[in-house]
């Protein structure tokens, strides 16, 4: 899904070379710009304007923030990242190529978005997050983020004690299930045509966690939009308030297929991820990647430290390479690339 008008003032995309760009405009992407735009960086975020927890009424888990509307979170941290003198510029990034070197051998990225902009940087940090892919059942995309939740740690506190639902995607939902059952007595867990054996059946009879093994047809509405229950393939309407849904994700890659960044899959098909390593570097130099794009389980919090020292890492190898670009010129020759 793209937005296609800015939500927010749009900065203009600077002409010549910066010092980095970001690609993507939530938590990671926001607080590695802030970063390096506190060491006097040249840093321009490019942000496509529609963020993994748009559905969500507030962010939760994060100490002072707790509570806080995500959009909110999202408005202050651009706002502190201009502060620094970084620009936030709304688009979508239809390719990322590394190109031609410096003159003093310093590496250098094309970013183009969808208008034909392009800018020109020194180095990259991806910050795209991901996508949360459902299964496909009718009614059940309608109430992502209100009446259908993934996270227990997101979402829990406010769905305690209601009815709910596990709508099982496969062996990850058995670990799910333990963690909704401490915030409910009354919980079901749909098996949707996932396995079970008798030791899992065992243990959540145990934990008073009732299952139900035939195929789901629907989720159902209540008339005023809320999510009312499922009708399974038998006719039977089983009744909850809440659906909780163990997600595939899937990091978000458009136009970044240029740099060629490994990816990994995650067991039990949870989802790809771009791999990483300290700090968020990669395996093609100049590039670094944080948040969700690459720690798919990363919360609010989390993602924004994770931008953070990978900002820090990009300003202490661009100040390297600035002292031998310097002791070169000094010396009357090129460094080494």
């Keep these: ?50 963020p993994r927890n748009a559905p969500a009424e507030a962010m939760h888990g994060l100490i002072v923030l707790d509570g806080t509307p995500p959009p909110e979170i999202l408005r202050r941290g651009r706002e502190q990242v201009r502060q620094y003198g ?14 031609a070197p410096s003159a003093d051998g310093d590496l250098r990225f094309t ?6 902009r392009s800018v020109t940087a020194r180095r990259v940090l991806v910050a795209t997050g991901l996508r949360d892919v459902l299964p496909e059942v009718p009614g059940l995309a309608e109430h992502w983020g209100h009446g259908v939740v993934h996270c227990p740690y997101c979402h829990g506190w406010e769905v305690r004690d209601e009815p709910i639902g596990i709508l099982a995607t496969g062996p990850a939902s058995i670990h799910h299930a333990l963690l909704f059952r401490q915030l409910t ?26 299952i139900v093994d ?34 595939q994700m899937q990091a978000r890659t458009e136009g970044l297929d240029g740099l060629k960044l490994p990816m990994e899959d995650l067991p039990d098909n949870m989802g790809r991820r771009f791999a ?61 690339p």
């Design 86 to 99: 970084g620009r936030i510029v709304f688009g979508e990034v239809v390719s990322t190529e590394p190109a």
């Design 185 to 210: 007595e009354d919980l079901t867990y749909f098996t949707h045509g996932t396995h079970l054996n008798e030791d899992t059946r065992a243990r959540f009879a145990a934990r008073s966690i009732r």
């Design 1 to 50: 899904m793209a937005v296609t008008t800015s939500p927010y003032a749009n900065d203009a995309l600077p002409g010549g070379t910066v010092d980095a760009v970001v690609i993507g405009g939530g938590a990671a992407g926001l607080n590695g710009a802030l970063m390096l735009a506190r060491s006097r960086r040249s840093v321009v975020v490019i942000d496509s304007g529609f």
């Design 111 to 116: 970013i183009t978005l969808a208008d034909a």
């Design 276 to 336: 990483s390593g300290m700090a968020g570097t990669t395996e093609v130099p100049g590039v670094w990647v944080a948040g969700n794009a690459t720690d798919l389980t990363a919360q609010v919090g989390a993602s924004a430290a994770a931008g953070a020292l990978a900002g820090s890492h990009i300003n202490g190898l661009l100040a390297t390479a600035d002292t031998d670009a310097a002791l070169a010129a000094a010396q009357g020759e090129a460094p080494a």
């Design 214 to 247: 035939t195929p789901v047809q629907e989720v159902i509405t209540n008339e005023d939009g809320t999510l009312a229950g499922l009708r399974l393939t038998d006719g039977k309407v089983v009744a909850r308030r809440v659906l909780a849904v163990a997600t």
